[in-house]
C-alpha cells in the first residue's frame, strides 16, 4: 500500500507565503506526476500545479508567478511553495501521486488527506 502525508497548511495573512509538502511512502516503484489540487465547499476539485518525473510543470492560469512547484524524486516528496497569498487561494490543498509498484504494470493514482490553507484579508 501507498500512503501521501501532507503538512504546511495553516492560516496567513493575505500577501504571506506558505509552503505545503507531501511525502508518499510504501511499495513504490517508480512515480510518474505528482500534482497539487484544491477544493473549497461545494465545488470540485481542481489542479493546481502538477509536475512530471523530469520535471515538466503545469500550473493553473490563477496561481502563475505565484506558487512553484518541486519534487524530490530520491525521497518522493513533491511541494508547493505559494507567495503573495490571496483570499480566493482559501481550499483544502490534496497531493496526488501516480505511483508504479512493482509488478504491476499500470499506476495508480494516490491522494493525500487534505491539508487546510486559510488566507485571511
Known amino acids: 500500500q501507498v500512503q501521501l502525508v501532507e503538512s504546511g497548511g495553516g492560516l496567513v495573512q493575505a500577501g504571506g507565503s506558505l509552503r505545503l509538502s507531501c511525502a508518499a511512502s510504501?511499495?513504490?516503484?517508480?512515480?510518474?506526476?505528482m500534482a497539487w489540487y484544491h477544493q473549497t465547499p461545494g465545488r470540485q476539485r481542481e489542479l493546481v500545479a502538477s509536475?512530471?518525473?523530469?520535471?515538466?510543470?503545469v500550473y493553473v492560469d490563477s496561481v502563475k508567478g505565484r506558487f512553484t512547484i518541486s519534487r524530490d524524486n530520491a525521497k518522493n516528496t513533491v511541494t508547493l511553495e505559494m507567495s503573495g497569498l490571496k483570499p480566493e487561494d482559501t481550499a483544502v490543498y490534496y497531493c496526488?501521486?501516480?505511483?508504479?509498484?512493482?509488478?504491476?504494470?499500470?499506476?495508480?493514482?494516490?491522494w493525500g488527506q487534505g491539508t487546510q490553507v486559510t488566507v485571511s484579508a
Open positions: 496526488t501521486a501516480d505511483v508504479r509498484t512493482t509488478g504491476i504494470l499500470l499506476a495508480m493514482r494516490y
Open positions: 510504501g511499495r513504490i516503484s517508480v512515480i510518474n506526476d
Open positions: 509536475i512530471s518525473r523530469g520535471g515538466d510543470t
